[in-house]
């Protein structure tokens, strides 16, 4: 994590201080991949980092408060997905490159994130506007993007000026968002990685353009 850093007392933390609470941050992510996010106490995240739950309080209130920490880093990584569809063609063959990139891009963000992502989902699903804030922050850049796209199709002619460009937009983003986060689901029925990346780019180039990929 870069620049200033304060202590849950506003003061601001020098470089041991930083990597303390780095530390701390890594080991909680850890653990959230392999126990339940109301499972694990400070004082458990304290002593895999080494250190003691009197430190951990000076760097964040709760556990809930250093997982919101977490799941900010995440969001900010997460709006780089809208570079995946910013001013990309969906014509042609570059259009299934712009599908397939998308696809791949949702699929991998949401499996190097699985843990934390799975604590927003639901913090977000229990109503709590933090966690609901971050999800949207995750999804809003691309959806918006593909809003766009959508609206720049029509101005052409090339999509039905009657469809919602944010309706189309909005629906194929929810339904990455729900795929990539179950991919696990998807190998218990037998989908392969490699059938699934292929068939959603179908859908996505299907949903924004209403014609078939040309590949």
Same mark, same amino acid.
């Given at each position: 994590m870069t620049g200033q850093v304060r202590t849950v007392d506003g003061r601001v933390a020098g470089r041991r201080g930083q990597a303390t609470r780095q530390k701390l941050l890594d080991c909680l992510g850890e653990m959230l991949s392999t126990s339940p996010y109301r499972d694990v106490k400070v004082i458990d995240v304290a002593r895999k980092a080494g250190t003691s739950p009197a %430190?951990?309080?000076?760097?964040?209130p709760d556990v809930e408060g250093a997982v919101l920490e977490i799941a900010e880093e995440m969001a900010k990584e997460g709006a780089a997905l809208t570079g995946l569809v910013s001013e990309r063609a969906w014509t042609g063959k570059a259009g299934w490159?712009?599908?397939e990139e998308l696809v791949d891009g949702f699929l991998t963000f949401w499996r190097k994130h699985d843990a934390i992502l799975r604590v927003v989902d639901l913090g977000a699903a229990e109503g709590d506007k933090r966690f609901?804030?971050?999800?949207?922050?995750?999804?809003?850049?691309? %959806?918006?993007s593909l809003t766009d796209s959508v609206k720049e199709l029509q101005s052409k002619g090339k999509v039905d000026k009657d469809i919602s460009p944010a309706a189309v937009a909005g629906s194929l983003v929810a339904m990455l968002a729900a795929v990539a986060s179950h991919q696990k689901g998807f190998q218990t029925w037998g989908v392969k990685q490699a059938e699934l990346k292929p068939s959603l780019a179908t859908i996505v180039h299907l949903g924004i353009t209403g014609r078939k990929p040309t590949k």
């Open positions: %430190t951990f309080y000076q760097y964040f490159q712009t599908a609901y804030k971050i999800r949207m922050k995750i999804l809003n850049a691309v %959806t918006n």
